[in-house]
């Protein structure tokens, strides 16, 4: 089992940018693909990112790509979310998950472990 535990979330005015971080503990980091969530007052939750066990591989949803980038640091059991240019409709919480299949999944069912969420508000 693996505990996830967020940080970096707030308030960001629109076209600035702000870091998300997800720290992990319990099993080897290393083992579990790790994917980034979100969810919107209202609507339902949707992926915005994921990276590969490696880090080496990583996929965005559309909304994403070009602003949003996912990383990882195995050696210190982190995953992050920087996102930029950040938009109002980027606002919304973001949890952190992880998936210990070896592909890299964009449903949320799949994911086995989920962080606690963080609110992200970005305002004009």
């Known amino acids: 089992q693996v505990q996830l535990v967020q940080s970096g979330g707030g308030l960001v005015q629109a076209g600035n940018s702000l870091r998300l971080s997800c720290a992990a503990s319990g099993r080897t980091f290393s083992n579990y693909v790790m994917g980034w969530f979100r969810q919107a007052p209202g609507k339902e939750r949707e992926f915005v990112a994921a990276?590969?066990?490696?880090?080496?591989?990583?996929i965005y949803a559309d909304s994403a790509k070009g602003r949003f980038t996912v990383s990882r640091d195995n050696a210190k059991n982190l995953v992050y979310l920087q996102m930029n240019s950040l938009k109002l409709e980027d606002t919304a919480v973001y949890y952190c998950?992880?998936?210990?299949?070896?592909?890299?999944?964009?449903?949320?069912?799949?994911?086995?472990?989920w962080g606690q969420g963080t609110q992200v508000t970005v305002s004009s």
């Open positions: 990276v590969s066990r490696s880090g080496a591989s990583t």
């Open positions: 998950a992880a998936d210990t299949s070896s592909g890299i999944a964009i449903r949320g069912p799949d994911y086995d472990y």
